[in-house]
C-alpha cells in the first residue's frame, strides 16, 4: 500500500502550457499525481489565452483559460522554462530544465500545440508591407484589445479574409488543412460585420470545410444575416493603390473570370504549423515527425496519444491540427493513457 | 283589416326608405358597372341566357336553393345549413307574407313601398278573418324561424365547433355592425309588432307579448319608439349592406345567372370575378378546407379573406394572398357559392408585369422529336406515348414502374421524356403566365404530333391537367397512369396480386379535384391490397404540400402542411400511403413514416405478364 | 506601406554576385534595339570602375526566342546554351553575365532543370561534342548584367553628375521601376529581392536620388510575352496588357520608367505612341509619353555621357522633357545625327502622341 | 482620327467589384432574402429541365447579377419554364421557381413590360 502510494505520487512533466497541458494536469491532478507545467512563454493557455470567443458557442476565450488555470493550482508550473535535455534512466527520464531544475519522471506529455504559420512568408499578401494586412491572431487579439494601428484610423468599408494562407500550399510549406480556419474566418466575419455594420465582406476561399459541430450553421448565417459574400478563388496577389488601401486580385473561380477589389483592411487566416520550439525538443527526445510536419503518433487511428517511445505521450495540436473541444479531450484521453502506463 | 292611419304615413319609414333606396342604387349602379366590365361577348351571352328557357328555370332554381335555402350548408352541417335557411327563407318569407298582406287587404297601399315591411303599424283589425289569422299565424312562424336563426347565428360566434367548423371569419368592422343590426333587426320587428299586436292582430309570438307589455308598462308610447328603432335597424343594416359581407346577397344573385350563362374568369378584378368576390358572405368554411390553415399564421391567406382583400383593393396583401396559395382547389370545391377562387388568384397573378419575359423561339420541335422517336415515325393505332414529365424525373421509380408495367402488358409506346424534355406548362400557368405557358404547349404539341401515337400517357397529374385541358390534341387520347393501368387490368391485359398491405390512397389536388379522377385509383388500388380512407378524403382530401401552385411558400413553411395532410392519411393506420402524384410522393416522402409509393410501383410489384 | 517590412524581404533574397571576372552574354534584342545600353554597360564596367568583362564574338543567342515561341525543344536551347558555357569555359571564366532577362531565365531554368534531372546534362553534353566537339563547365555565378550593375550602384552614385531629381522642386524623380518576368518570377531566390518585390532597379533608382513608385499592377507583365506579340492575331492582347500597366502608374504621375529587360522598354516605348494613336490616349505630362530607360541609359545619364550616344533618339517617346526636368544639356539638333556626324533623319512624328 | 494597326485594345475581362453595379441584386435580395444562402452547388443547374435548350443554371444567374452582369443573367433567365425542379432539389431550401419570378419582375426593362 505504501508502495502503491509513493508511485501515485510521481511527477509527470507536461511540456507545454497551453489548453492541452492545463487539462491533462488537471485530469492527472485528480488521479493523484503530480503533474509539473513546463511552459517556455511567461503565461498559461497558450494560443487559446489570446483569442476572443470561441465557436461554435462564441464562449469567452478568457474565461475558459482562467477556469483551466485555477484547475490546476495544485501543479508545479515553471513558466518562462524551456527543458535543456533529457536522458532515459532505465524506466525513467531524467529531464533538466533550464532554470536549474531536474526532475525525474516516469512519464512526459509533449502538448507543445501549433505555431501559427508565418504569414511573411506569403509575400504577395504584403504581411509586414501594407499597413492594412493582419492575420487572424492580430484579430482576435483586437478583438480583446481594441488596440491596432492597422483599424480604426482610416473608415473602413470593405474588409477581406483570404482562407487558407500557408494551408494546402506546397510551396508554403504546408501541404494539409488547417481545418479550423473556415469556420474561423466566418466567425471573424461576422464579427466584424457586427463592429462595422456598413462594411462589404468578402471572404476568398477554395473550398468551405466547415466540418464540426454547428458549424455550417455559421455559414448559413454569414450569408443570410450578415450578407458576406463568398469568393471561391484563391488571392493572387495584393497591391497597395494610391489612396493606400488594398487593391485584391484573385480569380472568381465560379465566374471564371479574374476578380479584384480594393479593400480597406486584410485578414489573413494563417493556418496552423507544428511548434518549431517543440520539433526541436521532440528531435531532442528521439520523436518522429510525421509526413505533414507534426509529430508522428503510435497509429494515427487508434493511438493519437502514444509516441512511438515508452512513456512519452501526446496530447493537442502537436500531433496536427486540432479545435479546442478536440484537444481538450485528447489531454483527457492523454492523462488517462498515462495513468494506465504507470500502473502497468 | 283596415287603415289605421288615414294618411298612411308615419315619419319612422324614412330610415327605412332611405336605407331601401341608396341599396337598391347602389345595386343598379354596381350592375350597370359588371356589365360594362364583361366583354362585348359575354355581355351577349349573358343576357341570351335569359332568353334560354333551360337557363332561365336553372336560374331560378338555384337562387331558390343557393341562397334561400342554402341546400350546400345542409349538407355540410345540418345545423349550419338550417341557421343559414331559417334566416334567409324565414326572412324572404316574412317580406313574401307582408306583401300578400298588403295585396289582399290594403291593394291601393301596395305602391307605397314600406306597407308589407311595416304592415301591422299601418293597420287595425278588425273583425277577425280566418285570412287575417292565418297570416298572423304565418308571420309569428316565420319570425320565430328566423329569431332561431338569429340564436344559433349568435352561439356559432361563440361555439363555432358545434356548426361543423373550427374556425370562422374574423368580421370586419363594417360587418360587425352590419351582423348586429342584423340581430337587431328580428327582436326590434317582434317588440314593435308586440306593442301593435292589440290593435294590429298578431299569433303566437306576438299576442302574449302583447299582454306583457301591456300588463307591465301599460301604455301605448313604446309603440312608435318600437316602430322606429325597427326601421334604422333595416336602415343601417341596407346602408352598410354594400360594404360588408351581406353584399353577398344582392351578388350572388347576379352570379348565379352568370354562372348559368357560362362566363368565365377573363380578368381578375372586373366582370365575372368582381361578382364573384362580392358573392363571398365570409363564412368561412373555406379556412378550415385551406391546407395552410394548419399554421394559425396562414389562416389569414384563405379565400375569404382574398375576397375581402379585393374589395378594399388592398393590393399588397392581395398579391401576398394570391402568391401563397397552393391552388389545391378544396376551397372551391367546399364553397357553398362556388367562388373559383384558384382562379382568380391565377388571374391576379397574370396581371403582374414583368420586366422580363420568357421566350422559347430558340427551341425548336424538329430535333425533339428526333431525338425522343427516330427518324421517319410512322403513326400507328394503339400506340402509347409515355410522358413522364418533370416532377418524375426526380422520382424515377414511378416512370421505371411505368414501363416495366407497360412491358408486362405489351404495350407498345415511345418515351417522350427519356433524356428529358420541356415542362409540360402548367406551372407557368399556375404562376398567371398563359403567354408564356401557351408558347411551351405549342412546342409540346410539336413533338406530341410527330410521335404518331394516338394516347398520350402521363404520370403527372399536373401535366395531366394541362394536357387535357389547354392542349388541342385532337384526336390523342390523354390519360393519366391510374386510368390506363385500370384499363389493361380489366382488359386483362396485365394480372394483379391481392396483397397484404393495407393502403390508403391519397387523392392528387390536380388529379382530384382537378380532373375529376377519384375512382379508378381506388378501383386498382383495391385489387391490389385493402384500401382504407383516410379522414377527409375524396373532394376534401388534403394537399400534399408540395405543389407548385405556390409561388412563395418555402420549403421550411412547407413542412407542416405535408405533416398534417399525413395525419390525415393515416388515421386509419394504413401500411402503405399510395398516390399517383410525382409531387406527392416527394413531398410525402420526405416525412412519412411508412412506405409512400406511387400507384403504378404498386401495380409493378404485384402484377404479372398474362400469357 | 511598411519600409522596414520591404528591407526585411530584401535582406530575405541576397544572392552572391562576385566582384569581377564576367563572360558576358549579349541580347539579340538589345543589340538591335539599344546596341548603346550594352555598349554602356562594358565602359562603364571595364572604364569606369575597372572590371574584367570578357565579350566573346562567338557565343549566338541562347536560343530564348525561339524557345519561349515555341519553335525549338528545350534539349535544343539546353545545347545552345551549353555552347555559350563552352565559350566561357575556353575563354577562362566561371561566371555568366547575361545582358538579357530571357537569357537569364532560361540559363537559370536550365541549371535548374540540370540539378534535378542530371541525366539530361549528360544527354545535353553528348549532344554538344557530337555537333560541336566542344565541352563546358557549370558557371559558378550566373548574374543578370542588371545584378551586377546594382553592385556598382553606389560607385556609381560617387561618381554621378547628375541625381534623378527635379532640378526645378528638388523632390527626387518618380520612377517606376519595371522587371522583366523571367528575372525573379520563376526562381525568386536567383533574384535581388526575390520576386514580390524585387529591388534590383529600385535599389539603383534610390542610390542615384530618385523615388520608386508602389502602383498596383507593378508586378504585370509588359505585354510582350513572346506568341502574345510575335503571333499577329494576338497583339491586341499584348498591347491590353501594357495599357492595363500604364493605366495603373498614371494616377502616380511617374517621371520615367527602368528597366531590365530587353523586350520591355521597347514595348513600354512603342506601345505608348500605339496607345496614343490607337485611343488618344497619352500617359506623360502635356501630350508627352513617359520616358521608358534601360538602367544602363539611366546609369549613363547620372554619370553626364551625352544623350545622344546612349541611342536615346532611338526611343519613341521623347525624353527631352525628362532632360531637361533632370538638368542634363544636349544638343536637340545633334539629336539624329549619327557617329560619324552624318544626319541619320529624323523619322515622322506621330498625331496624338507629343514627340520631338 | 485612330489609326488602326489591324488589332485592337481587348477590354478587361477581369470583375471589378467596386465598379460594378450590384443594385439588382440588393433589389432581389431584399425581396428574397434567401438568395444569399445559394453555396453554389450546382444541383439547381444539373436538374434544370431548360439547360438542355440554353445553359440555364440558377446558380450562375445569381452569381451574374451578384457580378453586374445582368444580361447574361437575363439571356439564360428568358429559358426557365418555371417547372420548379430546381426548388424540389435545392439542399439549401431556397425557393428559387419565385427567385425567378421576382428577378424577371425587377429587371427594369420598360419594353418587355407590356
Avoid at chain 1, 492580430?138 to 500557408?166: A, M, P, Y
Avoid at chain 3, 563552352?86 to 566561371?94: D, N, Q, R, S
Avoid at chain 4, 460594378?20 to 429541365?49: F, H, N, Q, W
Wanted: hydrophobic share 40%; proline share 4%; net charge positive.
Amino acid at each position: 500500500m505504501l508502495l502503491e502510494l509513493k508511485i501515485m505520487k510521481d511527477s509527470i512533466v507536461i511540456i507545454g502550457g497551453g489548453i492541452a497541458g492545463l487539462e491533462a494536469a488537471k485530469q492527472l491532478l485528480t488521479l493523484g499525481y503530480t503533474p509539473i507545467i513546463v511552459e517556455k512563454s511567461d503565461h498559461l493557455g497558450g494560443h487559446v489565452a489570446g483569442w476572443n470567443r470561441l465557436f461554435p458557442d462564441m464562449a469567452p476565450a478568457q474565461e475558459i483559460v482562467a477556469k483551466m488555470i485555477k484547475d490546476v493550482e495544485g501543479a508545479n508550473i515553471f513558466l518562462e522554462t524551456e527543458i535543456i535535455s533529457s536522458n532515459k534512466l532505465g524506466n525513467t527520464y531524467i529531464v533538466n530544465l533550464s532554470n536549474g531544475v531536474t526532475i525525474r519522471t516516469k512519464a512526459i506529455l509533449i502538448a507543445t500545440g501549433f505555431e501559427l504559420f508565418d504569414a511573411h512568408k506569403k509575400e504577395e499578401y504584403g504581411y509586414g508591407i501594407y499597413n492594412q494586412v493582419m492575420t487572424n491572431q492580430d484579430l482576435e487579439k483586437w478583438f480583446n484589445t481594441s488596440v491596432d494601428s492597422r483599424i480604426g484610423g482610416k473608415e473602413i468599408r470593405k474588409i477581406g479574409f483570404v482562407h487558407c494562407v500557408g494551408s494546402r500550399d506546397v510551396k508554403a510549406g504546408n501541404s494539409q488543412c488547417s481545418k479550423v480556419c473556415c469556420v474561423t474566418a466566418i466567425k471573424q466575419a461576422i464579427e466584424m460585420k457586427q463592429e462595422f455594420p456598413d462594411a462589404e465582406i468578402y471572404c476568398f476561399y477554395m473550398d468551405l470545410r466547415l466540418f464540426g459541430k454547428k458549424y455550417e450553421d455559421f455559414y448559413i448565417n454569414a450569408q443570410k444575416d450578415y450578407g458576406i459574400h463568398f469568393i471561391r478563388g484563391r488571392v493572387s496577389e495584393v497591391s497597395e493603390n494610391i489612396e493606400g488601401r488594398l487593391l485584391v486580385k484573385a480569380e472568381d473561380t465560379l465566374s471564371g473570370k479574374p476578380l479584384k477589389v480594393t479593400l480597406d483592411l486584410l485578414v489573413l487566416m494563417a493556418g496552423m504549423v507544428c511548434n518549431q520550439d517543440g520539433s526541436k525538443m521532440a528531435s531532442m527526445l528521439r520523436l518522429e515527425t510525421d509526413s505533414d510536419g507534426f509529430l508522428r503518433s503510435k497509429d494515427n487511428v487508434c493511438n493519437i496519444v502514444e509516441s512511438n517511445r515508452h512513456g512519452i505521450f501526446y496530447a493537442g495540436a502537436c500531433t496536427g491540427t486540432k479545435t479546442v473541444p478536440e484537444t481538450i479531450s485528447e489531454a483527457r484521453a492523454a492523462a488517462l493513457m498515462i495513468h494506465n502506463y504507470i500502473n502497468e | 283589416m283596415t287603415d289605421r292611419i288615414p294618411a298612411g304615413f308615419h315619419p319612422f319609414v324614412i330610415p327605412f326608405l332611405v336605407g331601401m333606396g341608396f341599396v337598391l342604387l347602389y345595386c343598379l349602379y354596381g350592375f350597370i358597372r359588371i356589365m360594362c366590365q364583361l366583354s362585348h361577348k359575354d355581355r351577349r351571352k349573358f343576357f341570351l341566357s335569359f332568353l334560354n328557357p333551360k337557363i332561365l328555370w336553372k336560374d331560378i332554381k338555384d337562387i331558390f336553393l343557393n341562397c334561400l335555402i342554402h341546400v350546400k350548408l345542409w349538407k355540410r352541417n345540418k345545423l349550419l345549413g338550417f341557421m343559414h335557411s331559417s334566416i334567409a327563407f324565414g326572412w324572404f318569407m316574412l317580406i313574401v307574407l307582408g306583401h300578400l298582406e298588403v295585396i289582399c287587404f290594403l291593394p291601393g297601399r301596395l305602391r307605397t313601398f314600406y306597407y308589407p315591411i311595416f304592415f301591422n303599424f299601418f293597420v287595425a283589425e278588425d273583425n277577425a278573418t280566418i285570412g287575417g289569422q292565418v297570416f298572423f299565424f304565418l308571420m309569428d312562424f316565420f319570425l320565430a324561424l328566423v329569431l332561431c336563426g338569429i340564436i344559433l347565428a349568435i352561439i356559432k360566434r361563440v361555439h363555432s365547433l358545434i356548426f361543423g367548423m373550427r374556425r370562422t371569419t374574423r368580421l370586419s368592422l363594417l360587418d360587425r355592425v352590419g351582423l348586429y343590426s342584423l340581430w337587431a333587426i328580428f327582436p326590434l320587428r317582434l317588440l314593435a309588432e308586440g306593442f301593435t299586436a292589440h290593435i294590429s292582430g298578431g299569433s303566437f309570438l306576438t299576442i302574449p307579448l302583447n299582454w306583457i307589455a301591456r300588463a307591465f308598462l301599460g301604455n301605448e308610447l313604446n309603440m312608435v319608439p318600437t316602430w322606429w328603432a325597427y326601421s334604422i335597424a333595416l336602415c343601417v343594416f341596407m346602408c352598410v349592406l354594400p360594404f360588408t359581407r351581406y353584399m353577398h346577397i344582392p351578388a350572388e344573385m347576379l352570379l348565379i345567372p352568370m354562372r348559368n350563362a357560362g362566363l368565365k374568369i377573363k380578368h381578375a378584378r372586373k366582370g365575372y370575378a368582381k361578382v364573384m368576390v362580392y358573392s363571398c358572405p365570409s363564412c368561412g368554411v373555406c379556412i378550415d378546407a385551406c391546407p395552410m390553415s394548419v399554421k394559425k399564421a396562414n389562416t389569414r391567406d384563405t379565400t375569404v379573406y382574398l375576397n375581402r382583400q379585393i374589395r378594399r383593393g388592398n393590393e399588397k396583401r392581395i398579391e401576398e394572398i394570391s402568391d401563397k396559395c397552393l391552388l389545391c382547389g378544396k376551397c372551391s370545391e367546399l364553397c357553398q357559392i362556388g367562388i373559383e377562387a384558384p382562379k382568380i388568384r391565377i388571374a391576379q397573378r397574370a396581371r403582374r408585369k414583368y420586366g422580363l419575359n420568357q421566350n422559347y423561339s430558340n427551341i425548336s420541335v424538329g430535333p425533339l422529336a428526333e431525338k425522343a422517336f427516330g427518324h421517319n415515325v410512322e403513326a400507328k393505332p394503339g400506340k402509347v406515348l409515355y410522358f413522364a414529365g418533370c416532377m418524375t424525373q426526380l422520382t424515377p421509380r414511378i416512370s421505371q414502374a411505368m414501363e416495366s408495367v407497360l412491358q408486362k402488358a405489351g404495350v407498345e409506346y415511345s418515351y417522350m421524356d427519356k433524356d428529358g424534355g420541356l415542362c409540360c406548362g402548367r406551372p407557368m400557368l399556375m404562376a398567371g403566365r398563359p403567354d408564356q405557358a401557351r408558347q411551351i404547349i405549342d412546342k409540346n404539341t410539336g413533338i406530341i404530333r410527330s410521335s404518331g401515337c394516338d394516347t398520350l400517357l402521363l404520370s403527372c397529374p399536373i401535366c395531366y391537367k394541362i394536357f387535357k385541358e389547354k392542349y388541342h390534341l385532337e384526336g390523342i387520347r390523354v390519360v393519366h397512369h391510374s386510368e390506363f393501368i385500370k384499363e389493361l387490368v380489366d382488359q386483362r391485359r396485365l394480372s394483379v396480386r391481392f396483397g397484404k398491405d393495407v393502403i390508403v390512397y391519397h387523392d392528387p389536388c390536380e388529379l382530384g379535384r382537378g380532373s375529376g379522377i377519384y375512382e379508378q385509383p381506388r378501383e386498382l388500388l383495391a385489387a391490389l391490397g385493402t384500401l382504407v380512407e383516410a379522414e377527409k378524403t375524396g373532394k376534401e382530401s388534403i394537399c400534399c404540400g408540395g405543389s407548385l401552385g405556390s409561388l412563395t411558400l418555402g420549403f421550411a413553411q412547407r413542412e407542416d402542411l405535408t405533416k398534417n395532410a399525413l395525419r390525415n392519411l393515416t388515421v386509419n393506420l394504413p401500411s402503405k400511403i399510395a398516390t399517383a402524384c410525382p409531387l406527392c410522393l416527394a413531398s410525402f416522402s420526405r416525412y412519412s413514416d411508412r412506405p409512400v409509393e406511387d400507384i403504378a410501383e404498386i401495380v409493378d410489384q404485384r402484377s404479372t405478364k398474362v400469357d | 506601406m511598411i519600409y522596414q517590412g520591404k528591407q526585411k524581404i530584401w535582406s530575405d533574397y541576397q544572392k552572391e554576385i562576385p566582384a569581377d571576372h564576367w563572360f558576358y552574354a549579349r541580347s539579340c534584342i538589345r543589340q538591335n534595339f539599344f546596341p548603346a545600353s550594352e555598349t554602356h554597360f562594358l565602359k562603364i564596367g571595364r572604364e569606369l570602375l575597372g572590371k574584367d568583362i570578357c565579350d566573346n564574338e562567338h557565343h549566338t543567342t541562347c536560343g530564348g526566342i525561339s524557345y519561349h515561341s515555341d519553335t525549338i525543344p528545350q534539349e535544343t536551347a539546353m545545347t545552345i546554351v551549353a555552347r555559350q558555357f563552352a565559350i566561357m569555359t575556353e575563354c577562362g571564366y566561371k561566371n555568366i553575365a547575361p545582358s538579357c532577362i530571357t537569357s537569364f531565365g532560361n540559363y537559370t531554368e536550365i541549371l535548374e532543370t540540370w540539378r534535378e534531372f542530371p541525366e539530361l546534362e549528360a544527354k545535353v553534353r553528348e549532344m554538344l561534342w557530337k555537333s560541336c566537339r566542344k565541352e563546358f563547365e557549370i558557371p559558378e555565378h550566373v548574374a543578370h548584367t542588371s545584378d551586377i550593375m546594382y553592385t556598382w550602384r553606389n560607385e556609381i552614385a560617387e561618381k554621378a553628375k547628375f541625381r534623378l531629381i527635379n532640378k526645378e522642386t528638388g523632390e527626387p524623380l518618380r520612377v517606376v521601376e519595371h522587371i522583366g518576368c523571367h528575372y525573379s518570377k520563376m526562381f525568386p531566390h536567383k533574384g535581388v529581392g526575390g520576386a514580390e518585390y524585387p529591388c534590383v532597379l529600385s535599389g539603383m533608382v534610390n542610390s542615384w536620388g530618385g523615388q520608386v513608385i508602389d502602383y498596383p499592377e507593378r508586378r504585370h507583365c509588359c505585354g510582350f510575352g513572346f506568341r502574345q506579340y510575335l503571333v499577329k492575331a494576338n497583339r491586341g492582347y499584348s498591347i491590353s496588357n501594357t495599357h492595363k500597366k500604364f493605366e495603373s502608374m498614371e494616377p502616380y504621375k511617374p517621371d520615367m520608367i527602368i528597366t531590365n529587360c530587353p523586350g520591355c522598354p521597347y514595348f513600354l516605348d512603342r506601345w505608348q505612341y500605339v496607345i496614343a494613336e490607337m485611343e488618344g490616349r497619352t500617359y506623360g505630362e502635356n501630350g508627352f509619353g513617359i520616358p521608358v530607360f534601360t538602367y544602363e541609359e539611366v546609369a549613363g545619364l547620372v554619370l553626364g555621357y551625352d544623350p545622344w550616344d546612349l541611342g536615346l533618339q532611338l526611343h519613341q517617346v521623347a525624353v527631352e522633357p525628362l532632360l531637361d526636368k533632370i538638368g542634363i544639356e544636349y544638343d536637340p539638333k545633334a539629336k539624329y545625327l549619327g557617329l560619324n556626324e552624318k544626319d541619320i533623319m529624323k523619322p515622322g512624328l506621330p498625331e496624338n502622341l507629343r514627340c520631338f | 482620327m485612330a489609326m488602326n494597326f489591324g488589332f485592337k485594345l481587348c477590354p478587361s475581362s477581369a470583375l471589378n467589384l467596386d465598379k460594378i453595379d450590384t443594385s439588382l441584386y440588393d433589389k432581389l435580395v431584399e425581396m428574397e432574402p434567401d438568395a444569399r444562402i445559394c453555396m453554389a452547388c450546382g444541383s439547381c443547374s444539373a436538374t434544370c429541365t431548360a439547360s438542355q435548350f440554353s445553359g440555364m443554371s440558377v446558380r450562375k444567374v445569381l452569381l451574374d447579377i451578384q457580378r453586374g452582369k445582368e444580361k447574361e443573367a437575363a439571356a439564360m433567365l428568358r429559358n426557365c419554364m418555371l417547372c420548379g425542379k430546381c426548388t424540389m432539389v435545392c439542399p439549401r431550401g431556397i425557393n428559387t421557381r419565385h427567385l425567378i419570378l421576382s428577378l424577371c419582375r425587377i429587371y427594369d426593362n420598360k419594353e418587355e413590360q407590356k
